[in-house]
């Protein structure tokens, strides 16, 4: 697996914690069959959910718990992901910072 990896992403990844969410996502997709994908923080009540990652509508949870924008960041800085649409507040019922991206193979085109 980690040679597989290696060929796959060369040295562009240093850091695991990157590698780990890059991969879970692309298997994610890859079983969805579909590359898009929304990010966003939800407030429920007093209690809220720090983030929610949808593929097709449908949740998904990953090994990272505490995935962030700044996580998001570093794979469009890296060429990995790209921001496709930012949803304005005002048009959200009780999501925040509602973004779609959507998933590049490792030389940079769209993945579908």
């Known amino acids: 697996m980690r040679s597989h990896l290696y060929r796959l992403f060369g040295k562009r990844f240093l850091d695991r914690r990157i590698k780990r969410i890059y991969t879970e ?27 929610t990652l949808e593929i097709n509508g449908k949740y998904h949870s990953f090994s990272v718990n505490d995935l962030s924008y700044k996580d998001l ?13 930012e949803f304005p507040n005002h048009e959200l019922k009780d999501e925040r910072d509602h973004k779609r991206y959507r998933l590049l193979r490792v030389d940079g085109n769209p993945s579908a």
């Open 25 to 51: 996502l692309l298997e994610k997709c890859e079983q969805s069959n579909c590359y898009e994908f929304d990010y966003y923080w939800e407030i429920w009540g007093i209690l809220w959910y720090p983030w």
């Open 73 to 85: 960041n570093k794979m469009c800085d890296l060429g990995l992901i790209e921001l496709v649409e």
